[in-house]
């Protein structure tokens, strides 16, 4: 039994009204439940190999297979970034409501629909005796935690290649740049807030700081992944008004085409700066137009890579030479964003190909 249009709407309403917010393991094990519940309801003799009841829960669901097969694996992760401000909403981000087509909610590019599109393709495979795998991971959102968990699965499953179904709007990607988000503590000398000459205010020096690397940061380019970001996207010190602060703190979150190596020496060097972590360090993905099995996807490929950082940087690493394409339902501009939906012709439009491609992937007899 296949998963039909109607199934997959509910499929992907059940779970987008689950709240799967990255750091949560509880609701994305649920997720993950809901998943291999469809396949179970639908398809015999899977197997789920995984770690469920980890901090970073993941789920490996593969079929029967020749020893020498290659498995095509779909790689989905089941975390969201949070709601946010609800006031910002024109609708109940968890309600899952259709309208005009449209399918609203958190994650619903981002990438629920996606893993709908993924579980109707595996199934696929299952029934056609195709060699296929369906990789699900947590909190992603957050440093590919659950793909990192999952790497030494996805070592010893023989994967030939890999669809990550990130929202694209169906087209498919051939890589995206790495992740570098750094902690970075200046510290200072307390006072009073009357004598600011009597401290050192750790706050300034990090506004000095974060001033001189918007025009001084090694940043690269390159070629195909382009040119190297970086973004303020935490910031805190101090511990009242009238003192001044001792500790100050950012988080920076660069979006690197190297190795990361220029960015955080430039960092560790400055004066101003105490302390340097890195909290996550994911390397940039690319991979050739000229394999034949992209060459014969039943879609465009495009020329630009994604903006955003995909599990696709820990399966590269664990499935070294397997080509990966990062090719999904949704729109990109929705992710993270207020109003997210997905249109439920995307999602029709995904399963249609992902199962095409299941179709024409070669078993062993």
């Not at 005009?100 to 893993?115: H, P």
């Not at 499953?157 to 990607?173: I, L, M, W, Y």
């Not at 302390?275 to 994911?282: G, K, P, Q, S, Y």
């Not at 990966?324 to 012709?345: K, R, S, Y």
Request: aromatic letters at 4%; one cysteine or more; hydrophobic letters at 45%.
């Amino acid at each position: 039994m296949t998963l039909d249009p109607a199934a997959a709407v509910g499929m992907l309403t059940e779970l987008v009204t689950q709240r799967t917010v990255s750091g949560d393991p509880k609701p994305q094990r649920s997720a993950m439940d809901a998943v291999v519940s469809v396949l179970n309801a639908r398809t015999a003799a899977i197997t789920v190999d995984g770690d469920r009841d980890g901090p970073h829960p993941w789920l490996l669901i593969t079929n029967d297979a020749h020893p020498k097969a290659q498995r095509l694996m779909f790689a989905c992760h089941v975390d969201t970034v949070p709601a946010g401000d609800l006031s910002n909403w024109q609708f109940d981000p968890f309600a899952a409501d259709v309208e005009n087509g449209v399918l609203r909610g958190r994650g619903t590019s981002d990438m629920k629909a996606g893993l709908v599109a993924a579980t109707a393709a595996v199934l696929d495979a299952f029934e056609g005796g195709v060699p296929a795998a369906l990789l699900l991971t947590s909190d992603e959102e957050i440093g590919s935690l659950g793909a990192l968990a999952a790497r030494h699965a996805v070592t010893e499953c023989s994967v030939g290649a890999v669809v990550v179904p990130e929202a694209t709007g169906n087209r498919v990607h051939l890589g995206h740049r790495g992740a570098l988000w750094l902690d970075i503590t200046t510290k200072g000398v307390a006072a009073h807030g009357s004598t600011p000459h009597r401290g050192e205010s750790a706050i300034m020096k990090l506004v000095d700081v974060l001033a001189r690397a918007r025009d001084e940061l090694p940043v690269a380019t390159d070629a195909f992944l382009g040119t190297e970001t970086f973004n303020v996207g935490l910031i805190d010190g101090g511990s009242a008004p009238n003192i001044v602060p001792d500790t100050a703190h950012v988080v920076v979150d660069h979006r690197t085409v190297g190795d990361g190596s220029e960015l955080l020496s430039w960092w560790r060097e400055q004066p101003e700066v105490d302390r340097v972590d890195a909290r996550i360090d994911l390397p940039g993905v690319r991979t050739d137009g000229g394999n034949i099995w992209i060459s014969e996807l039943p879609h465009s490929v495009a020329r630009e890579p994604v903006t955003y950082f995909t599990d696709a940087s820990i399966i590269a690493a664990a499935a070294p030479g397997a080509p990966i394409v990062v090719w999904g339902p949704g729109t990109p501009a929705l992710m993270h964003a207020a109003d997210e939906t997905v249109a439920i012709d995307e999602l029709d439009a995904a399963i249609a190909a992902y199962s095409a491609v299941t179709r024409a992937w070669p078993t062993v007899d």
